[in-house]
């Protein structure tokens, strides 16, 4: 491989992100491949910091705007400190959670204009955009009672989640070739063999590219 490769793991809560993150994690490493596993927020000592004040249910007082900016300053942290020098030494990285989810939650859930969000998110990535997204949807009830546990962002009315799947939903209409939808209620086994079939694709499209 020529070059690292940022995949990023999206959708509400519930939706089995998270479950599939990690089993492709594994699953790359058996194969062979060097891979980094992060989360958002969080990711790096400093980024974890930044976590509970994001999600700890007794920040009720938390604005938009500060909560956008708490979670670029994880992001930019986590960018610099872990998934660009993973990124340069050639591992696969995953992501639970990245850019799309700023859009998705402080863009259509929160209402703040996107555009800004974008250029801001662009400043504490450096520019840096996922090589292959895959997006779990699922219906925002379903999801949170999946998730069972209940932080700042899980207690928002269903109207919140809804909001923030259509973002959601927009951006994979708007991105075809870099985001991929998986349908987040299907069976686990089943959906984690669509997920390590479209990151083998863009493996192989990859060294493709490359002339590997």
Do not use: W
Request: proline share 3%.
């Amino acid at each position: 491989m020529g070059k690292g490769l940022l995949v990023t793991f999206e959708g509400i809560e519930g939706s089995g992100k998270t479950t599939q993150a990690e089993k492709a994690h594994r699953e790359l490493e058996l194969q062979g491949y060097k891979c980094v596993f992060t989360r958002e927020p969080g990711g790096t000592g400093l980024s974890e910091k930044i976590r509970p004040l994001l999600l700890d249910e007794s920040n009720t007082e938390m604005s938009s705007v500060c909560e956008l900016f708490l979670y670029l300053a994880s992001r930019s942290q986590n960018v610099s400190q872990m998934i660009r020098p993973a990124l340069d030494s050639k591992a696969i990285v995953i992501a639970d959670r990245f850019s799309d989810s700023t859009r998705a939650y402080q863009g259509g859930g929160r209402g703040l204009d996107t555009e800004t969000i974008r250029r801001l998110n662009d400043l504490a990535t450096d520019g840096l955009r996922p090589d292959i997204t895959i997006l779990f949807d699922i219906d925002p009830a379903e999801g949170l009672r999946r998730s069972g546990s209940r932080d700042r962002i899980e207690m928002e009315d269903i109207e919140f989640h809804r909001r923030v799947r259509a973002e959601f939903l927009r951006i994979a209409e708007e991105e075809p070739g870099r985001v991929f939808e998986i349908n987040g209620e299907d069976a686990i086994d089943s959906i984690h063999r669509q997920v390590m079939t479209l990151i083998s694709q863009r493996l192989a499209q990859q060294t493709r590219s490359q002339g590997g």
